[in-house]
């Protein structure tokens, strides 16, 4: 049996998800479903809210404009959420969806953008990333929407940052090498927490540099001969980090 229904539309909820229990839609998702999905009255979809599961639902209509959907049955349980976070140097518009989007299909359990001095995009719109967190979700069966930090300037992430764990940092500059074997001779026994960190179009400054490859937990790797978008970048990056340590293996 497949492990999704992919036929299923699915709709982040916050509300609590149990047996007969009722979730308020806001009026832009009592819109989505009854005017842009056509759905009536009585129309099954999942549902899910991060906590309680994948939830088999129904559209109950209330009245002309508002809906509530009723939970019948849980699909799939709550599975325990990953814990791989993705720091990046922001991008502007289009591409930073595109960039969020990507990262919630790969695993990425928190979003963490940061200022370098090379970034372009000086302003980030956080609920705008969170929405793309959610719609990534929605359509590719993850029951987890990562958490969106407030933005930080590089220097103070790395001030504040946790020695147990580790910091893979995609480094440009660095000698070509097999990524995949570098980032497993630091596992051991078992993989430390991970973080993965993507640089902004025009890449780190040599002070960045020198700053990042000074830090002991940070582990510096190349994603190969080719110059990347900090978009395409971060599908590289990921794929390899889960690849070698984290949830392909």
């Known amino acids: 049996m497949a492990r999704y229904d992919f036929n299923a539309q699915r709709l982040f909820v916050e509300a609590d998800l149990a047996a007969n229990a009722r979730a308020p839609l806001t009026r832009e998702q009592s819109n ?9 009255d009585g129309d099954a979809l999942h549902a899910f809210n991060g906590r309680d599961g994948e939830w088999r639902v129904r559209l109950s209509m209330e009245s002309r404009r508002d809906a509530v959907l009723v939970a019948e ?7 325990p959420a990953g814990d791989l976070r993705y720091l990046f ?10 960039m969020v989007q990507k990262a919630v299909e790969m695993g990425a359990s928190r979003l963490a953008p940061v200022m370098t001095r090379r970034t372009q995009a000086q302003r980030v719109n956080l609920e705008r990333m969170r929405a793309n967190a959610v719609e990534a979700a929605e359509q590719c069966g993850v029951l987890s929407i ?8 590089l220097e103070k992430a790395l001030q504040d940052w946790d020695p147990a764990r580790k910091l893979i940092f995609c480094d440009e500059d660095a ?3 097999d990524p995949v074997a570098r980032l497993r001779e630091i596992a051991g026994a078992a993989a430390p927490p991970l973080a993965v960190l993507i640089g902004p179009e025009g890449g780190f400054d ?3 540099r020198r700053m990042l490859l000074a830090c002991p937990f ?8 080719r110059i990347l978008r ?8 990921l794929a390899v980090v889960q690849s070698a340590l984290g949830d392909w293996r």
Do not use: F, W
């Open 32 to 40: 989505y479903l009854v005017n842009v999905l056509r759905l009536r």
């Open 73 to 79: 049955e849980m699909v799939r349980a709550q599975e």
């Open 89 to 98: 140097a922001p991008l502007k518009h289009a591409r930073l969806d595109y």
């Open 146 to 153: 990562p958490e969106v930090d407030e933005t930080q300037k």
């Open 175 to 177: 000698p070509p090498g």
């Open 206 to 208: 040599e002070g960045e």
């Open 218 to 225: 940070v582990v510096c790797i190349s994603l190969g001969p």
């Open 230 to 237: 900090a978009d395409t970048a971060a599908v590289a990056a």
